[in-house]
């Protein structure tokens, strides 16, 4: 890394860092004042009311970043649309919940301006070795793409810190691989932006945390993760599909564990529980703090395999990725994030006494 580089990554970073962490103090005064407050109830880890719209924050260090380090183009401009579309949605979700099927319209409407209007298309992809070029499909895959990330990110807000820590992961690890690429494009500048507006919120979302990001921020790190990972794709930033995937493999993983719970019980996808990854730490006593922390840490070593796997040996990549996917799955199976072992094993009891 060039001394010139290593300068604009620290004055973006720390400059973004900054705006946001004197920002918050005022982001919490307007929670307060117009009621956006998360109340505690039996799914809740915290005890107290908190403000819920530090999302906000979040959201203006990314504009101020952009104001001073970004470039105007008709792309930045389809982010910058769509991204408030999405704002609005969460801050409104914030004050006054919204039905799943409201949110998924102003989600859809935020991609739709990106998709259309900026042109950021999923057109092709590459994995193991595979290239399938999606043609007239690209405009679909986009959309689903995007609001895959989106929710993702979304049911993965559960505990203080942990959103925004696997965020800041993301934009440093895809930022990292934009240096070493020589690749310094959009994605490039708004990885760091990101980043500094991220670890600015990150010291007053930390356990214990005196603000949540609330929908408005949790869906908007969603989309534009999204939209840098596609950006990526456009400037050979990321080589395969399955780089910004395995970056974000908890949140991913977690989602698919929910949709299989719940499709086996007969439940809503949609419906709340407590039983994703990090209830499950939480339940074999780690703390509060421990529990975001393994899964940052398990994350880092996701996102380390995608810098080896880039930067490299591919088969190294796939190597570490298969020994991590191994691990995961291990925890999966001897926890009751798909299946719970103790209502089972209640059962089985019941039916031998029954029998006998």
């Given at each position: 890394m060039s001394n010139e580089i290593f300068i604009q990554v620290l004055l973006v970073t720390l400059t973004c860092y900054l705006f946001v962490y004197l920002m918050v103090p005022i982001v919490k005064k307007i929670?307060?004042?117009?009621?956006?407050?998360?109340?505690?109830?039996?799914r809740k880890v915290h005890k107290v009311p908190i403000p819920r719209l530090g999302g906000l924050a979040i959201y203006a260090g990314f504009l101020f970043g952009y104001m001073v380090f970004g470039?105007?183009?008709?792309?930045?401009?389809?982010?910058?649309?769509?991204?408030?579309?999405?704002?609005?949605t969460g801050i409104i979700d914030d004050i006054k919940p919204l039905s799943a099927k409201v949110k998924l319209c102003g989600q859809i409407a935020a991609t739709l301006v990106v998709v259309f209007y900026g042109k950021i298309l999923l057109s092709s992809m590459s994995a193991f070795g595979i290239y399938i070029d999606f043609g007239i499909l690209s405009y679909l895959v986009t959309i689903i793409f995007i609001l895959a990330f989106i929710n993702c990110m979304?049911?993965?807000?559960?505990l203080d810190g942990l959103a925004t820590g696997i965020s800041s992961i993301f934009f440093?690890?895809?930022?990292?691989?934009?240096?070493?690429?020589?690749?310094?494009?959009?994605d490039f500048i708004l990885c760091f932006i990101m980043l500094g507006s991220c670890l600015g919120f990150l010291k007053y979302n930390a356990n214990p945390a005196s603000i949540f990001m609330g929908d408005?921020?949790?869906?908007?790190?969603?989309?534009?993760?999204?939209?840098i990972a596609l950006l990526g794709f456009k400037n050979v930033t990321m080589?395969?599909?399955?780089?910004?995937?395995?970056?974000?493999a908890i949140?991913?993983?977690?989602?698919?564990?929910?949709?299989?719970?719940?499709?086996?019980?007969?439940?809503?996808?949609?419906?709340?529980?407590?039983?994703?990854?990090?209830?499950?730490?939480?339940?074999m006593n780690f703390s509060h703090r421990k529990t975001v922390l393994i899964i940052c840490f398990?994350?880092?070593?996701?996102?380390?395999?995608?810098?080896?796997?880039?930067?490299?040996?591919?088969?190294?990549?796939?190597?570490?990725?298969?020994?991590?996917?191994?691990?995961?799955?291990?925890?999966?199976?001897?926890?009751?994030?798909?299946i719970e072992h103790d209502k089972s094993k209640f059962s089985l009891n019941l039916f031998k006494k029954r029998k006998n």
């Open positions: 929670a307060n004042h117009v009621g956006a407050l998360d109340i505690p109830n039996e470039k105007h183009t008709d792309v930045m401009n389809s982010i910058l649309i769509g991204s408030f579309i999405i704002i609005i979304n049911l993965i807000d559960g440093l690890t895809v930022g990292s691989i934009a240096i070493f690429k020589h690749t310094q494009g959009l408005t921020g949790s869906m908007f790190l969603g989309f534009i993760i999204s939209v080589t395969s599909i399955i780089i910004p995937f395995t970056i974000l949140p991913f993983l977690d989602t698919i564990f929910a949709i299989i719970r719940r499709y086996l019980k007969n439940e809503s996808i949609t419906k709340p529980d407590k039983f994703h990854i990090h209830h499950q730490l939480l339940n398990i994350d880092s070593l996701f996102a380390l395999a995608s810098i080896v796997y880039v930067l490299i040996d591919n088969k190294l990549g796939y190597l570490l990725y298969g020994i991590l996917m191994l691990l995961v799955l291990i925890f999966v199976l001897k926890t009751n994030i798909i």
